[in-house]
Antibody, heavy 129, light 103 residues
Framework: EVQLVESGGGLVQPGGSLRLSCAASGFTFSSYWINWVRQAPGKGLEWVANIKPDGSEKDYVDSVKGRFTISRDNAKNSLYLQMNSLRAEDTADYYC??????????????????????WGRGTLVSVSS | EIVLTQSPATLSLSPGERATLSCRASQSVTTYLAWYQQKPGQAPRLLVYDASNRATGIPARFSGSGSGTDFTLTISSLEPEDFAVYYCQHRSHFGPGTKVDIK
């Protein structure tokens, strides 16, 4: 079965750390960009980070830069999110999501676009004292 | 930075009715826009990509249209399982969502 399964969420104090994992199965994990997307309680979706298939490129939303690190182990079909210096506003369900990525070129200028075609069920991170 | 706005925030309809959801981008995204459905306690699900292509397994009652800055998701006849929140997305940006609830 093609799936993503997150784990590692829990309750942590402000300033603390947590490491999330996402286990992939049923597809060639090493061929895809993978993302973390979060959703605060009762709120909308917020993209957090993504990582290239070989791990050589990573990007983050500004609010987590310098605090969160995305990584992957293709031999283990696994994605990770190391979260340090956690804040109350990081409280959310964290989803890993596989990308469907493409490139659009117009008059010699190209840009990438992507969609989130496969999602895990999420893991809840609560930051509170 | 692109900002996506969705309207209305809430749409109250009855089963069998037609739902029309709007997503507007602050600048052109050509046709590189997706729609997602999220039910309570569940992960989002990709419905439509490239503005008008249904994802695998999505029923034909869901259709997407638009280009540039204005996009529409239409549900031709609401089924009970379609009452949910719908998000549009372009690259790393999501709209705030439209909740479709039962009238």
């Amino acid at each position: 079965e093609v799936q993503l399964v997150e784990s590692g969420g829990g309750l942590v104090q402000p300033g603390g750390s947590l490491r999330l994992s996402c286990a992939a199965s049923g597809f060639t994990f090493s061929s895809y960009w993978i993302n973390w997307v979060r959703q605060a309680p009762g709120k909308g979706l917020e993209w957090v980070a993504n990582i290239k298939p070989d791990g050589s490129e990573k990007d983050y939303v500004d609010s987590v830069k310098g605090r969160f690190t995305i990584s992957r182990d293709n031999a283990k079909n696994s994605l990770y999110l190391q979260m340090n210096s956690l804040r109350a506003e990081d409280t959310a369900d964290y989803y890993c999501a596989r990308e469907r990525r493409g490139i659009s070129c117009n008059y010699g200028s190209c840009s990438t676009y992507w969609y989130f075609e496969l999602w895990g069920r999420g893991t809840l991170v609560s930051v509170s004292s | 930075e692109i900002v996506l706005t969705q309207s209305p925030a809430t749409l109250s309809l009855s089963p069998g009715e037609r739902a029309t959801l709007s997503c507007r981008a602050s600048q052109s995204v050509t046709t590189y826009l997706a729609w997602y459905q999220q039910k309570p306690g569940q992960a989002p699900r990709l419905l439509v990509y490239d503005a008008s292509n249904r994802a695998t397994g999505i029923p034909a009652r869901f259709s997407g249209s638009g280009s540039g800055t204005d996009f529409t998701l239409t549900i031709s006849s609401l089924e009970p399982e379609d009452f949910a929140v719908y998000y549009c997305q372009h690259r790393s940006h999501f709209g705030p969502g439209t909740k479709v609830d039962i009238k």
